[in-house]
């Protein structure tokens, strides 16, 4: 089994980013990044500590606005449009999930197009599936450039997606469908899964459950983009593919590791999206004096 390695490649190109940063830094350029956090919760919490630190690995100014739990959702939003109007504020990242009482919908919609970094915008959504030019999600866009660092030529390939979420499963096909793979979704109501995996050239899984895949499952050759983050009975970080099953069983595959594979490319491309933003804003600005 071969492994592809997200750190190895979210290191690389951080490296790019803070030498571009840097660059425009020297002109006067400040980036800057917003990421709005409703309430107290200890995963979200951690998710925007980890973005923070990535931007100021890179030089992004980063900006955090706790709001409580109990926010009005006009106070939500007058928060993300005060953001959408600010200046110095070129990416808008609302972390989800917001609480119950809150429309997570009129939330990312009320987010500016030429700001949403995280890509979830009906605008961005909606050039996505047009091929037009767009913010990409941003794990999507991760497990491409992980397949591209594989060097795998999707082009005729049959990709199998498990998973349907407009975070990662619908995006992620669209996306494996403009390089051309024959991509198949699969989810909770698919009637033979095991056909459809044994079959796949290329396996994106994004489903939710631990270890769910064995390598009895896909046929020798297979690339596997395991999104799944999870706790196993002994309440270790694994994904949805039986990573120790596939090693015991020397299965001939190429295999994201998890921790260490999707989630560190997950905030690189947030960062690649902040960068892109600034440029256009600027571009934008420069265009109209």
């Known amino acids: 089994m ?6 190895d490649l979210a290191d690389r190109l951080r490296g790019e980013m803070k030498a571009a940063v840097e660059e425009r830094q020297a002109a006067g350029r400040r980036i800057g990044l917003a990421v709005v956090l409703v ?7 951690i998710y925007v500590r980890n973005k923070q630190k990535a931007c100021k690995e890179v030089g992004i100014v980063s900006s955090k606005i706790s709001l409580p739990a109990d926010v009005a959702e006009a106070d939500l ?9 600010d200046d110095g504020i070129h990416g808008i990242l609302v972390q989800l999930p917001l609480p119950d ?9 009320a987010i500016a197009p030429e700001k949403d970094v995280d890509g979830f915008t009906p605008i961005n959504m909606g050039r996505l599936l047009t091929g037009g030019q767009a913010y990409l999600p941003c794990t999507p866009q991760g497990c491409l450039a992980l397949l591209e660092e594989a060097g795998i030529d999707l082009a005729g390939k049959k990709a199998v997606v498990i998973g349907r979420s407009n975070i990662v499963g619908k995006p992620v096909a669209l996306l494996l469908l403009q390089e051309n793979a024959t991509v198949t979704i699969c989810h909770s ?4 899964l095991d056909a459809e995996l044994a079959d796949a050239d290329v396996l994106v899984v994004a489903m939710g459950k631990a270890k769910a895949i064995k390598p009895q499952q896909v046929k020798d050759g297979v690339v596997i983009i395991d999104v799944g983050i999870n706790r196993d ?14 090693k015991a069983a020397d299965k001939t ?6 921790p260490g594979g999707v989630g560190p490319m997950t905030i690189t491309m947030l960062l690649k999206n902040t960068l892109a933003a600034e440029a256009a804003i600027f571009a934008l600005k420069e265009g109209n004096q």
Do not use: M, W, Y
């Open 77 to 85: 939003l007058a928060t993300i449009e005060d953001l959408n109007q």
């Open 39 to 45: 309430g107290e919760d200890p995963a979200s919490e």
């Open 253 to 258: 595959c190429s295999l994201t590791p998890v």
């Open 189 to 192: 109501k698919t009637q033979d």
């Open 101 to 109: 009482h809150i429309d997570k919908d009129k939330v990312i919609n």
């Open 2 to 7: 071969q492994e592809i390695s997200g750190l």
């Open 233 to 246: 009975q002994e309440g270790r970080v694994c994904g949805d593919v039986d990573a120790e099953a596939f």
